[in-house]
């Protein structure tokens, strides 16, 4: 695919990519590149004006916290008429090829007709989501991320008046609360942060892949609507 080399998805080098379309609604696509195979699941049709993004923790991964989130919530947001990619990294766990791969999938769709989006990420992905709508601040309408880390988002003041939602559980045993507050409080205190009693950093105890399904199906949409 060749284009204006200064746009992510070129910045990849690609080699090669296969398709598969697994149902009318739902495409596998795997992409090639010299940094490693980028993997991305595709859920809604590619001609979506509107789309979510979302992206792993440190050791990568498609499926999301809270016990498989991330296919759910395909499905239920590619039944709205809004577009989910799910990134499976090159090189997961290195912030700036991770937030490549995210902001890849950003241009991809763009090229495709998409034109807003929300990026979402899970522990170390909280900050690719957070640097991917820092690098595309025209196209990224807002940021949510699911027991994000703070490091990675020391940047997030460039967020200021960007909506974001930060989701964390209260005994989460590996990145406390206080990290989300640290992103929070970095963006301008702006954020929309909601903390879930008895959950930990998988976000899928006391209820909470429940609660976290629901927030997000009753926060996004309205955020790409422009509202």
Known sequence: MSGD???????????????????????????????GLLTLLWHGTRDETRCVVMGGGAMGGL??????????????FASQ?????????????????????????????SRAGAERFVTV???????????TAIALPTMVAGV???????????QAERLYGTPMLLIHGDRDEILPVMCSE???ELAGGQGELVVLP??????????????LRRKLLEWIPPV???A
């Open 5 to 35: 080399p200064s746009r992510p998805f070129d910045f990849l080098r690609s080699l090669a990519i296969q398709e598969v379309e697994v149902t009318p609604t739902f495409r596998h696509v795997e992409i090639y590149t010299l940094g």
């Open 63 to 76: 499926l999301g916290p809270a016990d498989g989130s991330y296919h759910d919530l395909g499905d239920a």
């Open 81 to 109: 008429g809004i577009g989910v990619i799910r990134v499976g990294y090159r090189q997961p766990n290195d912030l700036d090829e991770c937030t490549l791969d995210m902001a890849a999938a950003v241009d991809l769709a």
């Open 121 to 131: 990420g899970h522990s170390f992905g909280g900050a690719i989501a957070v640097r």
């Open 144 to 154: 949510v991320t699911l027991a994000t880390q703070s490091a990675g988002c020391e």
């Open 182 to 184: 640290v992103v929070n």
């Open 198 to 211: 008895g959950a930990g950093h998988l976000l899928n105890q006391s209820g909470a892949g429940d609660a």
């Open 224 to 226: 790409l609507a422009g």
